[in-house]
């Protein structure tokens, strides 16, 4: 638990978490620029609430906050949200560390992909992020500030 200067204690963040690259068919993706470092682009993540957390309910909750976009809706039916298989194991930027249990120094990545039958606005959550830009695929990895995040999505084309 970490120790707020002015508050009740707060569990650290699990290091287990799940990256989304929403997308279209036409392999344009949404990008998220966030709102404690302007100028860093990425994709929708999040960390597990709990531990027994499904990574799917993890991605699905994620989306919500981060979006507004409601997964398992008529709109965007839950098989819009895929798993892709893919693991990244990354080292915690020192400047997030803070936030896990100490001597904690990597994460692990689980990365999914939600496919929207078009580019559509989205409800940022405005301590999360800033602003939205809807890019192509090649473009959209070229922005991200996370390698892993870049790499994700230059993979989708074996997604679709």
């Known amino acids: 638990m970490t120790e707020a200067a002015d508050g009740p204690r707060r569990p650290f963040k699990i290091p287990e978490s799940v990256l989304v690259v929403i997308h279209t068919p036409a ?5 998220l620029e ?4 302007p100028g860093f682009w ?25 979006t507004g976009l409601v997964v398992g809706t008529p709109e965007l039916p839950a098989a819009a949200l895929r798993d892709w298989g893919l693991r990244n194991v990354y ?3 020192p400047v ?23 580019e559509r ?9 800033l602003r939205q830009a809807w890019l192509p695929w090649e473009e959209a990895a070229d922005r991200c500030f996370s390698p892993s995040n870049a ?8 997604f679709l």
């Open 34 to 37: 966030r709102a404690d470092q």
């Open 121 to 129: 606005p989205v409800t940022l959550a405005p301590r999360e992020h």
């Open 96 to 118: 997030w560390r803070h936030r896990y249990a100490p001597g904690v120094t990597h994460n692990t990545e689980h990365v999914f992909g939600l496919c929207l039958p078009q």
């Open 27 to 31: 392999r344009r993706v949404l990008l």
């Open 151 to 158: 790499e994700a999505i230059l993979q989708l084309p074996r």
């Open 42 to 66: 990425q994709s929708v993540t999040g960390s597990k609430d709990a531990p027994d957390e499904a990574l799917a309910l993890t991605a699905r909750r994620e989306v919500a906050e981060e």
């Open 91 to 93: 080292e915690i930027y």
